[in-house]
Nanobody
Framework: QVQLVESGGGLVQPGGSLRLSCAVS????????MGWYRQAPGKQRDWVATITPSYTTNYADSVKGRFTISRDNAKNTMYLRMASLKPEDTAVYYCYRHLGGYWGQGTQVTVSS
C-alpha cells in the first residue's frame, strides 16, 4: 500500500521560508515523477512543481525563483523549499506520486504577519 505523508507546514511571516517534506512508503520511490500541489480556501487545487526520476524540475510561474523541489531517493522523500513567501502562498500543500496517482493528506502553510 502506497502512502505519502507531508510535514513541515506552519505559520510564517511574509518573506520567510519553510521546507516541506513528503515521505513515501510502499513503493519504489525512485521510479516515479513526484509533484507538489496546493489548494487555497475556496479555490481549486493548483500544480506547484514537479520533479522527474532523472531530477528534471518544472515550476508554476507563480513560484518560479522562490520555490525549489528536490528528492532524496535514498530516504524515499521529496522536499519543497519555499522562500520569499507571500500571503498568497497560503494553502494546503499536497504531494503527489504520478505513478498510480497517489496523494498525501496535505499540510497547511499560512503566510501572515
Amino acid at each position: 500500500q502506497v502512502q505519502l505523508v507531508e510535514s513541515g507546514g506552519g505559520l510564517v511571516q511574509p518573506g520567510g521560508s519553510l521546507r516541506l517534506s513528503c515521505a513515501v512508503s510502499g513503493s519504489i520511490f525512485s521510479s516515479s515523477a513526484m509533484g507538489w500541489y496546493r489548494q487555497a480556501p475556496g479555490k481549486q487545487r493548483d500544480w506547484v512543481a514537479t520533479i522527474t526520476p532523472s531530477y528534471t524540475t518544472n515550476y508554476a510561474d507563480s513560484v518560479k525563483g522562490r520555490f525549489t523541489i528536490s528528492r532524496d531517493n535514498a530516504k524515499n522523500t521529496m522536499y519543497l523549499r519555499m522562500a520569499s513567501l507571500k500571503p498568497e502562498d497560503t494553502a494546503v500543500y499536497y504531494c503527489y506520486r504520478h505513478l498510480g496517482g497517489y496523494w498525501g493528506q496535505g499540510t497547511q502553510v499560512t503566510v501572515s504577519s
